[in-house]
């Protein structure tokens, strides 16, 4: 086995046992159309990886994110666009160990968005058949929780401090009162306590995330939106 392959193995955190699924998610067209035998490339992988991104995706935010359907379809969108899978790709390694045509290897195809992105669907795909959807959601799960959805929107929790500020003799605590699930993929509850008395509730993939939505539930049983 080439050691690009190992390398990206490695990245990956998955180790194939049909080396082969890996190699064709890494073969684009431009590389297969310059052989002379017929060779198997990557499109057909990148169609049902984009299935397999998309079930995964959409039961990560269904499953944490207490949004109408409009509002969970934009935030999910966000994560799995062509700029967003050209990122995870990017720090996966993935274009090191992609075979392109000659022409398209000289004129940058390695960086370009839309190959980077088709690829990691691609290698989804690959682990989805080799190992199943529990290994790749772990794939997906590495990159789609990353950053709190938080991290651009409203700041609940300072919002509600300042509120409580107010009066001096107010106290906030925020007390994680569960957590379940595997270590890369925890969910965790938290309470938002005034004075001992809970007054919002949260649940989200960090407690970081929890604790924004305990704020946001105070808030909206205090009538602010």
Do not use: W
């Amino acid at each position: 086995m080439n050691e690009k392959l190992e390398a990206l193995q490695e990245n990956l955190g998955y180790r194939f046992k049909d080396i082969s699924l890996l190699e064709t998610a890494l073969t684009h067209s431009s590389y297969a159309n310059e052989r002379s035998e017929k060779t198997a490339y990557n499109e057909r992988l990148e169609f049902l990886g984009d299935s397999v991104l998309g079930f995964v995706s959409a039961k990560y935010f269904y499953q944490n994110f207490d949004m109408p359907e409009g509002e969970l379809t934009k935030h999910r969108a966000a994560k799995v666009c062509e700029k967003a899978l050209c990122t995870y790709a990017k720090e996966l390694g993935i274009g090191d160990a992609l075979l392109l045509g000659r022409g398209e290897d000289r004129t940058g195809g390695r960086e370009r968005p839309s190959i980077l992105a088709d690829a990691f669907e691609a290698v989804l795909a690959a682990i989805y058949l080799d190992g199943g959807l529990e290994e790749a959601s772990k794939l997906v799960l590495r990159f789609i929780p990353r950053h709190d959805e938080f991290n651009n929107a409203k700041d609940y929790k300072t919002t509600l401090q300042e509120i409580i500020q107010r009066n001096r003799e107010e106290r906030l605590e925020y007390v994680v009162t569960d957590s379940s699930g595997p270590d890369h993929a925890k969910t965790f509850t938290v309470e938002v306590h005034l004075n001992s008395n809970v007054i919002g509730r949260g649940t989200g993939k960090s407690k970081k995330l929890a604790e924004q939505y305990a704020a946001r539930e105070a808030l909206e049983l205090m009538g602010i939106k």
